[in-house]
Nanobody, 125 residues
Framework: QVQLVESGGGLVQAGGSLRLSCAASGRSFSSYAMGWFRQAPGKERAFLAAVSWSGGSTYYADSVKGRFTISRDNAKNRVYLQMNSLKPEDPAVYYC??????????????????WGQGTQVTVSS
């Protein structure tokens, strides 16, 4: 299993950038694909991006494709979400998540077994 803790959230102006980090504990971090989700008040938790265990494959939700970039550094047990060109609709609590070891990180919440506690992102206009 892995334990996940997000950081890097905060206040940013519309059009600005922010990088979120997810610190993972556990000896087998490199065996896990990883995903990022977000949840705004009154909204369903939504998929944003996913990366394979090796970092060699990534994919994104249409809403953030071209603006957000997911990456990982297995040597540091960290996953990142670089967010550029932030929009007023982007504010939410952002979560990193992991599926079962060796499983593909897909778009569905049900595919993930481990979740961080989230970090708040606020966008000012």
């Amino acid at each position: 299993q892995v334990q996940l803790v997000e950081s890097g959230g905060g206040l940013v102006q519309a059009g600005g950038s922010l990088r979120l980090s997810c610190a993972a504990s556990g000896r087998s971090f490199s065996s896990y694909a990883m995903g990022w989700f977000r949840q705004a008040p009154g909204k369903e938790r939504a998929f944003l991006a996913a990366v394979s265990w090796s970092g060699g494959s990534t994919y994104y939700a249409d809403s953030v494709k071209g603006r957000f970039t997911i990456s990982r550094d297995n040597a540091k047990n960290r996953v990142y979400l670089q967010m550029n060109s932030l929009k007023p609709e982007d504010p939410a609590v952002y979560y990193c998540a992991a599926p079962a070891s060796g499983a593909v990180a897909g778009r569905l919440i049900s595919e993930y077994d481990y979740w961080g506690q989230g970090t708040q992102v606020t966008v000012s206009s």
